[in-house]
């Protein structure tokens, strides 16, 4: 059974019943989207790791003891809800992948932010796709967002060790951004030069096209 099309702003999707072992589940699939990929193949992609704030736990021994510690955002997955994954997407025609990875979070998590520093390009072989990869500090969670309404998708704070084990069920890939985010977090190596501390900083409002300058980082 298909469902009717609802419009949300200028995307539209189809919502469709799947039955799953016994069980009804919503899966969105978005109509008319074009795949972009790269010269070797592989689909274009980005995504978020989202944050409570710019210095990722910046006293981290200090920050256990207040109950502080880091935390990241994750969301259900639209094909498999008892799973948790990073927000992300592909990359539309003539879209810049860190708009992508806005428009990406705030359709799936609902949350608005600034864009920091890029992970990272990271490949999946498997599903033969790279998706970029940037930290986003979150401002504003929204009661109720696109993804929240069309398909029930929840979003859910975790402890960066939680995410992990949540990621290594059946997203093994995505646990590398998490690696990355530690790594590459210039209060864990000494850096204290404003340009580590944000490659970017852009403020998510609406969907309108927005074209940042990004140092890309493979």
């Known amino acids: 059974m298909v469902w ?16 799953v072992n016994k069980r009804v589940k919503m899966v969105k699939e978005k109509l008319d989207s074009i795949r972009i990929y ?8 980005a995504a978020c ?20 510690g880091i935390q990241v955002l994750l969301v259900t997955s639209s ?32 949350v608005l932010g600034h864009l920091g520093r890029c992970l990272g390009i990271f490949e999946n072989v498997e599903h033969k796709h790279r998706t970029q990869v ?11 967002w696109e993804d929240s309404r069309a398909i029930g998708r929840k979003r ?6 939680e995410a992990l084990v949540q990621l290594a069920q059946h997203k093994p890939v995505q646990r590398s951004y998490l690696h990355s985010l530690h790594n590459t977090n210039p209060h864990h ?29 493979s």
Not at 38 to 45: A, F, L
């Open 4 to 19: 009717p099309i609802w419009p949300f702003d200028k995307y539209f999707f189809s919502i469709r019943n799947v039955v």
């Open 38 to 45: 790269d010269s070797e193949g592989y689909r274009r992609r």
């Open 49 to 68: 790791i989202c944050v409570k704030n710019d210095l990722e736990d910046e006293r981290p021994v200090l920050a256990r003891r207040l109950g502080l």
């Open 79 to 110: 094909r498999r809800p008892d799973n948790w994954i990073v927000p992300g997407g592909g990359v539309e025609p003539e879209e810049e992948p860190a708009v992508t990875a806005l428009r990406e979070v705030k359709e799936e998590a609902g």
């Open 134 to 144: 940037w930290v986003m500090r979150v401002t504003e969670e929204l009661p109720e």
């Open 156 to 161: 859910k704070w975790f402890p960066v060790s």
């Open 189 to 217: 190596n000494n850096t204290n030069s404003p340009h580590h501390q944000h490659t970017a900083s852009i403020q998510l409002m609406n969907n309108s096209t927005i074209n940042p300058h990004i140092n890309k980082h």
